[in-house]
């Protein structure tokens, strides 16, 4: 069940977009939210409970161009249990993530480089005792399009390395990524489709025989929100569907997830504009 996964999403700003970053105007635009939005509230509640067992998840505040300024995160009892800043530059590329625990404790911060086309280059994660925690190394094409990732975990014990590959159709939408050890074995492979607006409605994992690993699935609204989800392969067979309410800028505030026809939770969204 793919439990809360909408609100993680909007929080690490990931959609299932897959369109090339020139595409993407802002952090509003990467998690499908239209108009000029201050800040976003989510909660969530299982059905069967009612609304008043409804939990607050996390609260996200973004500057007036619509690009997150910062978000919390929430526990059980509704308390903040982390928060993350972000920093940018004058042309607005993410340069900086700041995580604290509850107590303001460093807890995570992610340093980003950038070229003069506004590429980012290098990403450098450190943990909360400055330690390098991850490395990625990213190069382009002419086009501006990302063709190779570097991803390195730093542990005491030694680097975990990978090597990622990317290919486009004509349109600059991602068609396939393939990851390789350290000395250039393919690891596995995927490869992914999209719609018109590049949503995507299809992506499949294949393992470094060949042989599928799993694949998902996807629906979307003329919002471009996701009503079907379906992922299976192997003993995995997840399927859920959704039913949406908006608000008057077509943004959903009301979602209703479904499994075999049954409602089991209710997200809601509270949507501050600024005026």
């Not at 809360?4 to 990467?30: E, F, G, R, T, W």
Request: charge should be negative; hydrophobic fraction near 25%.
């Amino acid at each position: 069940m793919k439990i809360l996964a909408s609100l993680i999403i909007m929080s690490l700003a990931i959609a299932c977009h897959s369109q090339p970053d020139y595409l993407v105007k802002n952090d509003l635009d990467k998690i499908n939210t239209f108009g000029e939005v201050e800040s976003i509230t989510g909660f969530i509640y299982n059905y069967g409970q009612g609304k008043d067992s409804m939990n607050k998840q996390l609260f996200i505040e973004f500057n007036a161009i619509g690009y997150k300024k910062e978000v919390h995160w929430f526990n059980s009892e509704e308390n903040i249990s982390h928060k993350q800043y972000y920093k940018y530059d004058s042309i607005n590329n993410q340069t900086e993530i700041m995580r604290y625990t509850a107590d303001t404790l460093l807890d995570y911060k992610s340093v980003e480089y950038f070229d003069e086309k506004g590429n980012k280059t290098q990403e450098l994660s450190y943990r909360s005792d400055g330690s390098l925690l991850k490395t990625r190394k990213y190069t382009y094409d002419i086009k501006g399009y990302k063709t190779e990732m570097i991803y390195i975990i730093h542990y005491a014990s030694g680097d975990d390395y990978s090597k990622w590959t990317y290919e486009y159709d004509s349109k600059g939408y991602l068609v396939k990524a393939t990851s390789f050890d350290e000395k250039g074995v393919s690891k596995f492979e995927q490869t992914s489709k999209t719609d018109k607006n590049g949503n995507e409605l299809e992506w499949i994992r294949y393992n470094k025989d060949g042989s599928l690993d799993f694949r998902i699935d996807r629906a979307y609204d003329k919002y471009g929100n996701e009503i079907r989800y379906h992922m299976y392969g192997g003993d995995i067979d997840d399927k859920e569907t959704y039913k949406y309410e908006y608000d008057s800028f077509n943004n959903w505030i009301e979602k209703y997830h479904f499994e075999d026809g049954k409602n089991t939770v209710v997200e809601i969204r509270k949507i501050v504009y600024y005026k």
